[in-house]
């Protein structure tokens, strides 16, 4: 009986991993913490997040502009600094002190919300803040993960860690309303508890990779390591502080923006993806607007809907991302947000209204969050770190903000001329149209570059580096291999190979 049991239990437990797509490395190197991790950190956004778009639409829609705008200013001032800490921090402390710091600022909202409870400037301040909160909240997670993982297991653990922060996005939603009537405008209290916990989280799960490291469950990547590596580190100049080095990185960036195809893409890809992202906010805002007169109606709203989309991203993403991309490939996988945002605008042209437009918004999120956020997350891993931790955190605050601001600057004009709802809706259909030939490009150019990485690498990318940015000598003198998966099997499988010949040469300069 007792080896029957262990029999099924066996069964069991490959039968749920082969269906969930996970290996028992991935258990070993500490995949569980990521997912709490990614729990916790979404959490925290999607309890401030309805309070945020309450307090910028109680200003009136025709101050909502300047949210964006906002947003911008604050961006391009916060970027240099971002860059002067994270380059003067080990990876590993990294995400510690910059979730500390947003949250030591939640905690002066907290107070600010307890004393002066009825300044509207106070409303302002706290939606422009958590527009940029929340995209460095996010990039600083990812390129956590991207530091600790081949391309290989990205492409196999990414959904599954985007599946633990939609659980924290449905938990936070069905809850928000609740804890909402019981706080107030100070459920930013919450909001910086939760940071914390996430904080714990990432720090467990580097040591469990640390220790599976020593107990040679990585072995190919320990002797794959140039012997030359540590006196590289030690012949290093120390890191200067100067304003002069901040802004030569900050622009290295831009450089970095246009030095491949790949990279091109999908900075197009994130300016027309925001556009039209910020075109559906507007517009459902307006909708919004016109349906509830207090701001406990429209919070209550918010948190439904943002209940009703975990719900479907969730089973999308722990049952059918995997397998959607691998049937899809990327082109394919790419495609289905653009496609869904085509068919809601037109739904909502033909059908005005609220619940058209809460479609919209609520399919396109399911889509993003389940599909192809987790997709073009996947495309950073195992690339050159200055690509990881200059290009991507430019892309995901400075562009990104970007095409927020030119949907603003169109929403406004829009209003301005008196252009009908309808016609609004078509015009971002055809930006949709435009998007979609985009993420097709992205796609094919993910695919081709997962075809020349076919041919068996060795090399050492899922370890971490001592530092978020390395000096260009360093990358010039390490083995183009080296960002590749961790085994030959495992680089077989590697997606997005523009690692191995020309951002080799792209993403370094001479000595």
Known sequence: IGRGLLMVKSAFKGCVMSVLNVEEHDLAVGLPFSILGGLFMMASYYYIQPLSDVLAIS????????????NM??????????????????????????YRFLMATLLFFAMLFFFLPQVQILSFLFAVYVGTFSLFLTTTFWARMASLHTKVEAKRMYGKIASGAQCGQLFASVTAASVYSYLNNTIVVVSAVLLELCVQMIVMRGKAADESTLLGEKTDLVEAKPKVEASDEASDPPKTCSVFKVLKDSFKGFQLLVSTPMLRAITG???????????????????????????????????WLNSVIGIATLVMQVFFFSHVLKFLGFHGTLLTEPIIIAIGLMVAAVYPGLLSIAFLDGARKVVH???????KEGLYAALPKDTQFVAKPL????VYRSGSLIGAAYFELMIQLEISSAARRYFLMAVAVCWAINSYVLGKLAEESQLESDAPQGGASGREQDHFLKSSGDSSRSSPSSS???????????????????????FTRPN
């Open 369 to 375: 969050y389940s599909l192809l956020k987790p997709t």
């Open 395 to 398: 892309l995901d605050t400075l």
């Open 73 to 98: 200013l604050l961006i391009i001032g916060a970027n240099p600094l971002y860059a002067l800490v994270v380059r003067n921090l080990e990876t590993k402390r990294v995400v510690p002190v910059i």
């Open 269 to 303: 890809h994130t300016l027309l993806i925001t556009f039209l992202v910020s075109g559906v906010w507007y517009e459902r805002g307006q909708a919004v607007s016109n349906a509830f007169d207090t701001t406990e109606e429209r919070y209550a709203f918010f948190a």
């Open 484 to 506: 590749l998966s961790s085994s030959p099997s495992a680089s077989k499988h590697a997606m997005a190979h523009e690692v191995a010949s020309e951002p080799s040469r792209a």
């Open 59 to 70: 200003m009136g829609m025709e101050y909502t502009p300047l949210v964006t705008i906002g």
